[in-house]
């Protein structure tokens, strides 16, 4: 099912930072092979609310790591707008 798969996603970006000792490359592989598929490709499904916010969270972290503030601030910004209640709002 979809929020299965988003689940497996959002995984995969955390294994994949946690094998990179979350270094450069772990987060822009995180970036792309987990957290950023589940930020484009969840955005309107019915499960979004349960994926969006970890996933726009994570990818905020990734892009402070590879020293791109703007997106970063972006990813939260979306975050706040859409999940103010979220608890990965508050993080």
């Known amino acids: 099912d ?17 094998d990179g000792n979350e270094g450069v490359e772990a987060a822009r592989k995180a970036l792309i092979d987990g957290y950023l598929r589940v930020v484009l490709l969840y ?27 703007g997106r970063a601030d972006s990813m939260r910004s979306e975050l706040k707008r859409l999940y103010a209640n979220s608890p990965w709002a508050s993080k």
């Open 2 to 18: 979809r929020f299965s798969s988003g689940a497996a996603l959002l995984l995969r970006g955390d294994m994949i930072m946690k």
């Open 43 to 69: 955005k309107e499904e019915a499960v979004a609310s349960r994926l969006q916010p970890e996933a726009l969270w994570k990818a905020a972290r990734c892009f402070e790591k590879l020293n791109q503030s």
